[in-house]
């Protein structure tokens, strides 16, 4: 397994790459967040054999990773903590020699943070989200409730963190998101969500799509649930997005 180095830290990740030599177009995979007791553990195991995959099928060099506080990366959860995670890994992709461009799909939490990275980097080549929220504010009307939750989902390993619980919760509350969706125009998006997502309903997509002024593709998976990754409907999307934008 390989590592990426962010504020510090060492994350978990992992490289994949195409057979052969040469240059190629790079995806960054970024997970969703981790749910359940101990799900941080294991959480984004399964995005390592779907890097592997695309860069066997598709072509593409692939770059997953596990945040900050998740799999066996260090430190603890923060959402600023993890953008810095995110572009950090872009950061790694760009500094080898055999990538020709970024994308970055992302899943869930991570789809928001894909939007919120190609907002900030215009470098970045374009974006597919699945299941991303457009605000969490939700996640946190009471920040120490959600400090403790993040400590049983095990994204919060020190006891002492966060220092300052009440303003870790407003920078959770007060992201941004759809000035960051407006400012990813011109550059392709992929927006996907399922029509039975009970976790983030479909409404986020719905203003997700109108952030992007027209700019965002909008497709629906009927009978789609949350955990897109695992629907196979929604790794087609994203493959058969791959192959339009290497034209």
């Known amino acids: 397994m390989d ?3 962010s504020d510090g830290l060492r994350l978990e990740a992992r490289f994949a790459t195409p057979p052969g030599t040469g240059r190629w177009p790079a995806l960054l995979l970024l997970p969703g967040f981790p749910r359940g007791t101990g799900g941080a553990a294991m959480s984004g195991n399964t995005y390592t054999p779907l890097a592997d995959r695309i860069a066997r099928e ?10 900050r506080g998740t799999g066996s990366s260090e430190g603890d959860f923060s959402i600023d903590g993890w953008m810095h995670d995110v572009a950090a890994a872009i950061a790694c992709l760009r500094a080898r020699d055999y990538v ?3 994308w970055l799909p992302g899943f869930r939490l991570g789809g928001t943070l894909a939007i919120t990275a190609a907002a900030a980097d215009p470098a970045v080549r374009a974006i597919a989200t699945f299941s991303a929220p457009v605000s969490l504010q939700s996640w946190v009307p009471d920040s120490a409730r959600f400090a403790d939750y993040c400590r049983r989902v095990g994204v919060i390993h020190d006891p002492g963190f966060p220092t300052d619980v009440a303003a870790w919760g407003r920078s959770i509350a007060d992201l941004d998101v759809e000035s960051a969706a407006a400012a990813v125009a011109p550059r392709p998006w992929l927006l996907v969500h399922g029509s039975d997502d009970d976790v983030v309903s479909i409404d986020h997509a719905r203003r997700l799509a109108a952030a992007s002024a027209g700019n965002a593709q909008f497709r629906v998976i009927e009978h789609g649930a949350h955990r897109l990754r695992h629907d196979p409907r929604a790794i087609a999307m994203l493959l058969g997005w791959l192959d339009r934008q290497r034209v």
């Open 100 to 102: 020709s461009g970024i």
């Open 3 to 5: 590592e990426i180095i």
């Open 58 to 67: 598709a072509g593409w060099a692939a770059l997953t990773f596990h945040y």
